[in-house]
């Protein structure tokens, strides 16, 4: 079975700056591009970044840019969202996605970021 499981979340002060990771398993996970997706308080899914299989090619919603940066280690099969600069906008919870034929087929329980001085 396909598993997904992200962590690093927590509170953190505006400016401030956290790594989440996803553990994947049950999967090639080499084989497949990934995405990471948040869901603030109320609102619906937003797409954050995705990352092709090898690493060597990431794209990004406009307001992470410059950011956040995605990136994985196919050795150990995880998947990382490194989130600097934050601000309150960014309070969310953060999933971890596999993607198939142009769209998520898995996620993972999400973890919670919390930005508030």
């Known amino acids: 079975e396909v598993q997904l499981v992200e962590s690093g979340g927590g509170l953190v002060q505006p400016g401030g700056s956290l790594r989440l990771s996803c553990a994947a398993s049950?999967?090639?996970?080499?084989?497949?591009?990934m995405s990471w997706v948040r869901q603030a308080p109320g609102k619906g899914l937003e797409w954050v970044s995705t990352?092709?299989?090898?690493?060597?090619?990431?794209y990004y919603a406009e307001s992470m840019k410059g950011r956040f940066t995605i990136s994985r280690d196919n050795a150990k099969n995880t998947l990382y969202l490194q989130m600097n600069s934050l601000k309150s906008e960014d309070t969310a919870v953060y999933y971890c996605?596999?993607?198939?034929?142009?769209?998520?087929?898995?996620w993972g329980q999400g973890t919670q970021v919390t930005v508030s001085s």
């Open positions: 049950g999967f090639t996970f080499d084989d497949y591009a």
């Open positions: 990352i092709m299989w090898n690493g060597y090619i990431t």
């Open positions: 996605a596999k993607i198939r034929s142009d769209w998520y087929d898995y």
